[in-house]
């Protein structure tokens, strides 16, 4: 079945910096990418997300890109913020899944000012 | 938290006690969603819903049942909870349904003591 990998699993920025997450997925057949924000003690976030029909995808101060080739995409949030901080998750959804989202175990993002 | 509240937020139960969740949204999405979250497993899907009694299981479904009779609730039942249910429980919604735009709820943090 499909397994999602993400890294790093704690990043550290100052604020104003850029921070990159990296999600790789196995089944290639896999068509809708999310990213989820999750503060402590709330439930995860939607903040973007991007279909396998489409190469990058940007809102503001992130953006999302797919390499449907190397099977990974990526998260980057420019011009970090304090309240950025928090736990990022990746998920893919597997195309005999139907329903179902498989999501990376996480990354801890701290933006110290 | 799109219109969705969870109840209770907190719950302690005893090994072998009944215990059910309550989801309920406010927007009459077709579709519900029940997943649990733990540390290095990530978020995963117990069971889901499509419609007023219609529902299929998710990648850990074994000790969950659901119910689902009104649009607006959700209802996830452990018939004898185990310590290894131990866990939080995010129920989302998706206005366009399959693994597409998923919100989550707030959560509910169960513990089986």
């Known amino acids: 079945g499909e397994n999602v990998e993400q890294h790093p699993s704690t990043l550290s920025v100052q604020e104003g910096d850029s921070a990159v997450i990296k999600c790789t997925y196995s089944?290639?057949?896999?068509?809708?990418f999310p990213w989820y924000k999750q503060e402590l003690g709330k439930g995860p976030q939607l903040i973007i997300d991007i279909r396998s029909n489409v190469g990058e995808k940007k809102d503001q101060r992130i953006a999302v890109t797919l390499n449907k080739t190397a099977k990974h995409f990526s998260l980057h949030i420019t011009e970090t913020q304090p309240e950025d901080s928090a736990v990022y998750f990746c998920?893919?959804?597997?195309?005999?899944?139907?329903?179902?989202?498989?999501f990376g175990k996480g990354t801890t993002l701290s933006v110290s000012s | 938290d799109a219109g969705i509240t969870q109840s209770p937020r907190h719950k302690v139960t005893e090994t072998g006690t009944p215990v059910t969740l309550r989801c309920h949204q406010t927007?009459?999405?077709?579709?519900m969603y029940w997943y649990r979250q733990d540390p290095g497993h990530g978020l995963r899907l117990i069971h889901y819903?499509?419609?007023?009694?219609?529902?299929d299981k998710g990648e850990v479904s074994d000790g969950y049942s659901v119910s689902r009779s009104k649009t607006e609730d959700f209802l996830l039942t452990l018939e004898s909870a185990t310590s290894s249910q131990t866990s939080v429980y995010f129920c989302?919604?998706?206005?366009?349904?399959?693994?597409?735009?998923?919100?989550f709820g707030p959560g509910t943090r169960l513990t089986v003591t």
């Open positions: 989302a919604i998706s206005p366009t349904g399959g693994p597409y735009e998923q919100y």
């Open positions: 089944d290639s057949a896999s068509n809708y």
């Open positions: 819903s499509y419609g007023v009694k219609d529902t």
């Open positions: 998920a893919a959804t597997p195309q005999q899944a139907g329903t179902a989202l498989i």
């Open positions: 927007e009459n999405h077709r579709y």
